[in-house]
């Protein structure tokens, strides 16, 4: 994998006018990026997985003479939002990000709002494009951590509670999640559970438990992980993955996502873009001698490194490559360059 800046393919929106024009030979991805403007390794982990990830599609691409390219939006800084599905995008990625799941609750001095000041007013249209979404069967929108629990506020299935004492505060490091019994009976998700009790190793990093309400989830919203109560210990109270809709023929999650970081994979690849991210500014070289330390403690053993590949594969890039694939071939179709359903 090439871990270098991504030059043309990556366009980072913080105006409209940052917008590049539509090409019919460019199948674009939307990021909504909710870090604002926080240093992070999730988003540059989010691009490289669309666009260096999948090579059965890069070869697609090439041989239809067509290009990957991802726009990541600022949401919450800079209050851009991109458009709605039907036109120019039918893949949508939300990243992680500090402080409040809810951003009235970012005053910059409560608990949980990691010192940010935050204007709120992007949550509004924000929801507007995840009901789009929603209703749009040939789009996806796939989300990790804080963007997660965005959605679960927008769905109204979970709440969001700091994590006190009696949780140990801050999840974070290496831990553990269990399928639900509804995982076992989803077409995707029922494939790693083999009649068995599934847990599956996760990357944590998050203040926020989300809590569902004593109300039965919505028609067609699944649950697919709680939290364990440490590695072996039984299920807790905390949802940590949702199917809120598949894909139009019932396979494979559309709308979906996680509390925990399968974005962060490869840990050499990680201290890849760590280091372009010292070599061009970005980032002090006290946060990244800290993430250097996380990433070697984190991954610190062969088995970590493949348990973690492994939920990676099942939570994010399997549904990934599955919406990005079907986007290229529509497009291909569309300009006359495969047969239809190729």
């Not at 929108?141 to 927008?154: D, E, I, Y």
């Not at 494939?191 to 009790?197: A, C, I, K, Q």
């Not at 203040?207 to 440490?230: C, K, Q, S, W």
Request: glycine fraction near 12%; proline fraction near 6%; charged fraction near 25%.
């Amino acid at each position: 994998m090439d871990f270098r800046p991504l030059h043309s393919r990556y366009v980072k929106i913080e105006r409209a006018q940052d917008l590049p024009e539509v090409q019919p030979t460019v199948v674009d991805v939307a990021v909504l990026d909710m870090n604002h403007g926080w240093a992070n390794l999730g988003h540059d982990s989010l691009v490289h997985a669309v666009l260096e990830e999948d090579g059965v599609a890069a070869r697609f691409a090439h041989d239809h003479g067509l290009h990957l390219r991802v726009l990541s939006f600022d949401v919450r800084r800079a209050g851009v939002i991109p458009e709605p599905p039907g036109g120019r995008f039918g893949v949508y990625l939300g990243t992680g990000g500090p402080g409040h799941i809810d951003p009235h609750g970012n005053d910059g001095v409560s608990e949980g709002s990691q010192g940010m000041r935050e204007d709120s007013s992007w949550e509004e249209p924000l929801f507007r494009l995840f009901d789009a979404i929603f209703e749009a069967e040939d789009t996806a929108l796939l989300a990790v951590c804080h963007s997660f629990g965005v959605m679960c506020r927008w769905a109204g299935v979970a709440r969001a509670v700091l994590r006190g004492p009696a949780k140990g505060g801050k999840s974070t490091g290496v831990l553990e999640n269990v399928l639900t019994p509804e995982a076992a009976g989803d077409p995707w998700f029922g494939r790693f559970v083999n009649g068995r009790e599934r847990r599956l190793r996760i990357l944590d990093n998050r203040l926020f438990d989300l809590i569902p309400g004593p109300r039965p989830f919505p028609a067609g919203m699944i649950p697919i992980g709680f939290e364990t109560l440490g590695i072996g210990g039984p299920r807790g109270d905390a949802l940590t993955m949702m199917e809120f809709a598949r894909d139009r023929d019932g396979m494979m999650p559309r709308v979906f996502g996680v509390n925990h970081h399968p974005e962060i994979l490869h840990r050499a690849g990680q201290l890849e873009i760590l280091e372009a991210k010292v070599a061009s500014g970005e980032v002090s070289a006290q946060w990244a001698a800290e993430r250097r330390e996380i990433l070697t403690r984190s991954f610190a053993d062969e088995d970590s490194m493949s348990r973690l590949a492994e939920t990676a594969e099942i939570t994010l890039l399997g549904p990934l490559r599955f919406h990005v694939r079907r986007q290229l071939a529509a497009r291909a179709e569309q300009l006359g360059r495969a047969p239809a359903g190729g």
